[in-house]
């Protein structure tokens, strides 16, 4: 892939996500990729906000969604750096665990053990929503079968109530997540906390079918996501990690598959990661988040990249009239969150070593 076609892969990417027709410009794969168009034209951003943006400040902003319950996000700052940099530190865990809005991560070894998740703990909050738990009553996202096991196996009226919790959580993650490496999406489960229940899978799938030029241009990614454990190009690299954030409103435990891209060739490489979520202790049904590394073909001269990273997210709760109050502090929340952490990564990137 040249770099020609990414670029335009993420002008047709973005284009989608705001629900507007195609231009000439994305047909036309070959014609210049046009940085501050795309900002203004594409994303609405302010000439302010683009200028602010050429001078290293990291911007991110709320775009349109087809329905309430979905989120997409985009992000951007410029990076005095060079892409493989930031692969590099996009896996690294031990920089990515300061960064704002983390409170733990833990990279999962291959093939997972039970000792990767011995800090993987539930809030004390959600110990006591888990005592209750039933379908459709449920403060905390999990299988119907997930619920029955808490209630089965854990004594809630021991002293070690909480350990015996912790250490049921951290078994059914493991065995999830190899269910997952087993049988892919398939295998994702179905949450039932709420009336509707959702298939994970199939949130994901409509997730990923907004972001319809990324089987186009970006082919062996797209392979990863929905063909997972086939599909895997010679030039991508997979792996698993758990984390506990606060991108919402209260803290979540996540489980992400994370897959770093490399196309093209040695001189002209297309640099992409995108981190797939398996599964979400609260308000993410489904997320995936896609970053690129681009230049702005305007300023030949200009050294390092434009950083940009899309968030794409199925929430619960976003619905009706108390849904819509919840989403404009949760999608608010979102947008600051992302853009306090690409300020810190283009901050760590520019202080390292060249």
Not at 36 to 52: G, H, P, V
Not at 63 to 86: N, R
Not at 247 to 268: A, E, H, M, W
Request: proline share 5%; glycine share 6%.
């Amino acid at each position: 892939m040249t770099r020609t076609s990414v670029k335009a892969a993420l002008f047709t990417l973005t284009c989608f996500l705001v629900m507007l027709p195609l231009g000439a410009r994305a047909v036309a794969g070959g014609q210049t990729f046009v940085l501050d168009s795309f900002l203004s034209e594409r994303i609405a951003l302010s000439n302010a906000q683009i200028d602010a943006i050429h001078r290293g400040k990291a911007v991110a902003t709320i775009l349109d969604s087809p329905t309430p319950d979905q989120v997409f996000v985009f992000g951007i700052v410029h990076v005095d750096a060079t892409p493989e940099k930031y692969l590099q530190l996009a896996n690294d865990f031990d920089v990515i665990r300061k960064l704002p809005g983390y409170l733990a991560i833990q990279r999962l070894s291959n093939p997972p053990q039970l000792a990767d998740l011995r800090e993987f703990a539930i809030d004390a909050q959600d110990l006591k929503e888990l005592k209750g738990c039933k379908p459709g009553e449920c403060e905390v996202q999990l299988p119907s079968e997930a619920m029955e096991q808490f209630q089965k196996s854990v004594n809630w009226a021991s002293t070690d109530a909480v350990g015996q919790a912790n250490r049921l959580a951290q078994q059914m993650a493991l065995q999830a997540l190899d269910a997952y490496q087993k049988g892919g999406n398939a295998a994702l489960g179905v949450y039932r906390d709420k009336d509707h229940p959702t298939r994970v899978a199939e949130a994901f799938q409509s997730l990923l079918g907004r972001l319809k030029s990324l089987p186009v241009y970006l082919p062996d990614v797209n392979r990863v996501l929905l063909e997972y454990p086939g599909g895997a190009p010679e030039r991508s690299h997979s792996e698993f990690y758990w984390e506990k954030v606060n991108f919402g409103l209260k803290p979540t435990l996540r489980i992400v598959q994370q897959i770093t891209y490399r196309g093209g060739n040695s001189s002209d490489e297309t640099y992409a990661v995108a981190q797939k979520q398996l599964y979400a202790s609260h308000y993410f049904q489904s997320a995936l988040d896609l970053t690129l590394c681009i230049k702005d073909e305007t300023r030949p001269n200009e050294r390092g990249f434009y950083l940009i990273t899309v968030k794409a997210s199925q929430q619960a709760g976003l619905t009706g009239l108390k849904g819509s109050l919840v989403r404009k502090v949760a999608v608010g929340k979102t947008r600051s969150s992302l853009e306090n952490t690409l300020s810190a990564i283009r901050q760590r990137l520019e202080a390292a070593p060249r």
